[in-house]
């Protein structure tokens, strides 16, 4: 595993305990559609299902790791959720979140939660 993939994996395990800190439900995690990967998929209380995507960064000489969900990205997560949702027969509320994580050199960590960063059109 490389440098960028651990970097990945540590922000989404950040993520996964802010959310369950939160009240959320996880329902899956690196759910696999074709070549799309939704990071974390989530419940909340009114059971409004949630596509996370989590992106994390070590500074910010690349921009804001929240910057990095691109229209591409918006329309590939679109298609791996309404596939989601025909798999788990879920036709009711749904939202896209985005998790964005600094970390810092000294171990602490900057956790910005975005809830409906868009809606690329399910439907």
Same mark, same amino acid.
């Given at each position: 595993m490389n440098e960028r993939q651990k970097t990945g994996q540590r922000g989404e395990a950040i993520a996964k305990s802010y959310l369950e800190e939160h009240g959320y439900t996880v329902e899956a995690i690196g759910y696999r559609y074709k070549r799309v990967e #939704?990071?974390?998929? =989530? /419940? &909340?209380?009114?059971?409004?299902?949630?596509? =996370?995507? =989590? $992106?994390?960064? /070590?500074? #910010? /000489?690349? %921009? *804001?790791?929240? %910057?990095?969900?691109?229209?591409? $990205?918006? $329309? &590939?997560? +679109? /298609? @791996?959720? +309404? @596939?989601?949702?025909?798999? =788990?027969? *879920?036709d009711w509320e749904v939202r896209f979140d985005i998790i964005s994580i600094l970390l810092h050199k000294d171990g602490r960590h900057t956790l910005e939660h975005i809830e409906d960063a868009f809606f690329p059109g399910l439907f």
């Open positions: #939704l990071d974390l998929i =989530v /419940k &909340n209380e009114t059971d409004c299902l949630i596509f =996370v995507e =989590v $992106k994390t960064r /070590k500074g #910010l /000489k690349w %921009g *804001h790791p929240s %910057g990095a969900v691109s229209a591409t $990205k918006e $329309k &590939n997560m +679109s /298609k @791996a959720a +309404s @596939a989601y949702m025909r798999e =788990v027969g *879920h």
